[in-house]
């Protein structure tokens, strides 16, 4: 055989030594450089004559010599180049968590990796004390959404109306003739005086009011021919004035037509203003609901036209609500707070019995047309003192005291409304007012009452709730939580599933060996 047809050499590769781990090497000359030597400056001069530098240099080694557990013997600083021992599974996670500063741990030396598990640590301390230590309040109550509902199934909100004339002229002359009084006596309630009479302080409120309820002309309900003057009802008010109310003990509803209702103001009739003058004060307020200082008002002249677009807001709850405690919600539920004297529960219902029940047990009797029981006491000019001392302490009262056990209810209306005042034209227009009250759209807002801060709030919310503290110190999320997971628990298990596949495919290999043999 020629040399040109002789065959190829054949090179012997043993690839086990190949594979196999090479031997460490204290210095890998490939990745080692040394500093180029340039320029000191002046600052690093100032620091070598300082010293500072050379205490920095033995801190690190101080660092570097400190017996680490074993527990943290990941904190030590790799001794190869990274390329011939294999990487743990710690530095492939910090290589791709995404925590911020995790990736510091690889590559770094034994002082850095410590000093910053230091911080890592402080940073999981502090986001915890803040955690537990944070004023642990209850659940927000807010109302998360609103929508549009038919102005015509909101019922429709009680109009009352009170004159601007506290005494009647007529009443005051016939009454001080009988009493044989001063008509000044009675007008300016003089107490002495009239404590001496036989008069009671409700017989001198009832004969000296001004028939509200009679100054009213005509009434029409959505303009139909009937007149609803048989639907107004005397009301005395929390100040003790008698007024005339429409739709106070009834629900109505209504699309957009309301009640207009003609007043005489009785101009002849006046004997005490409480303003200088002539007409009425207008009260709109929800229906079985007795009237406060905070009721919605407006004074009306005499010899005017007025139009009052009321605009309605309905109240809603959700379940999420109901299934809180009364102390969480700080509201009551329908039929869950009962009345002993009014059929219909509200804030001022509540507050109007509670005050009621404080003035009997301060003053041993309760004020004329105060809600209370068939056997209380009914208080005299005696007590009128009593009773406007309450009155004067009350103001500082809240409404949320434990003895009340008052809250507003979850569910209820609330009105607002526009006025549109223009002078009657004509003769005898001063005596007359004219009212007209209606909805102003045919559509309204119904607010949702619920809780605001769930679970998945307190996740997110910030900065004094999980994600935001811990975002705060350590820049976590759910993502980081994943990671977190899937490097302390899938990945290993797939490791170890791997190792147990390639055991048993030995453990099958060398059997079918064993066998043919």
Not at 318 to 346: G, H, K, V
Request: glycine share 4%.
């Amino acid at each position: 055989m020629s040399a040109a047809e002789s065959p190829p050499p054949v090179y012997t590769v043993y690839f086990e030594d190949y594979l196999r781990p090479k031997k460490h090497q204290k210095q890998a000359h490939l990745q080692h450089f040394r500093r180029p030597v340039g320029k000191i400056s002046a600052a690093a001069r100032r620091l070598k004559r300082l010293k500072i530098l050379r205490w920095h240099s033995r801190i690190i080694q101080r660092f570097q010599q400190l017996p680490l557990p074993s527990f943290l013997g990941f904190l030590r600083a790799r001794k190869d180049d990274g390329l011939c021992k294999r990487k743990t599974g710690f530095e492939i996670y910090c290589e791709m968590a995404s925590i911020h500063g995790f990736h510091v741990f690889v590559g770094a030396e034994t002082w850095q990796r410590i000093f910053w598990w230091l911080l890592i640590c402080t940073a999981v301390i502090l986001s915890n004390v803040i955690l537990l230590t944070a004023p642990k309040k209850g659940p927000t109550i807010h109302y998360i959404d609103s929508m549009m509902k038919p102005s015509s199934e909101i019922p429709f909100p009680a109009v009352t109306m009170c004159s601007l004339n506290a005494v009647s002229k007529e009443k005051l002359q016939k009454r001080a003739k009988e009493l044989q009084v001063s008509e000044e006596t009675l007008r300016n309630g003089a107490l002495e005086e009239l404590s001496q009479t036989n008069l009671t302080w409700l017989r001198l409120l009832e004969d000296l009011a001004p028939p509200i309820c009679e100054q009213i002309q005509s009434c029409k309900w959505e303009n139909r021919l009937e007149s609803c003057l048989g639907d107004l009802k005397p009301l005395w008010t929390f100040d003790n004035r008698l007024c005339c109310s429409f739709n106070h003990q009834q629900l109505r509803y209504t699309s957009q037509l309301g009640v207009r209702i003609v007043l005489d103001p009785r101009k002849d009739d006046y004997a005490a203003w409480r303003i200088a003058s002539h007409g009425f004060e207008v009260l709109i307020h929800e229906s079985r609901t007795v009237t406060d200082a905070a009721t919605m008002r407006i004074l009306i002249p005499s010899g005017s036209d007025t139009h009052l677009m009321v605009r309605p807001f309905s109240t809603r709850f959700t379940s999420n609500l109901a299934a809180l405690s009364i102390e969480q919600r700080r509201c009551f539920l329908p039929d869950e707070r009962r009345m002993w004297f009014y059929s219909t529960y509200s804030l001022a219902n509540c507050l109007s019995e509670c005050r009621s029940r404080k003035i009997l047990r301060s003053c041993g009797c309760v004020p004329p047309h105060d809600p209370g029981e068939s056997h209380w006491p009914i208080c005299d000019f005696k007590q009128v003192p009593c009773v406007r001392a309450y009155d004067d302490i009350s103001e500082e009262i809240t409404s949320v005291e434990s003895d009340c056990n008052c809250l507003p209810p979850c569910k209820f209306h609330r009105y607002e409304f526009e006025s549109d005042v223009s002078p009657i034209q004509g003769p005898n227009s001063s005596n007359e007012v004219r009212l007209q009250v209606y909805y102003d759209l045919a559509i309204s807002e119904e607010l949702l009452l619920g809780v605001y801060e769930t679970w998945l709030a307190f996740i997110g919310k910030y900065p004094r709730t999980f994600g935001g503290v811990n975002g705060l110190f350590m820049g976590c999320s759910f993502v980081s939580v994943f990671e977190l997971i899937f490097f302390t628990c899938v990945r290993p298990t797939c490791n170890w599933l791997t190792r147990q596949q390639i055991l048993w495919r030995r453990r099958r290999k060398q059997a079918k060996v064993g066998l043919s043999h």
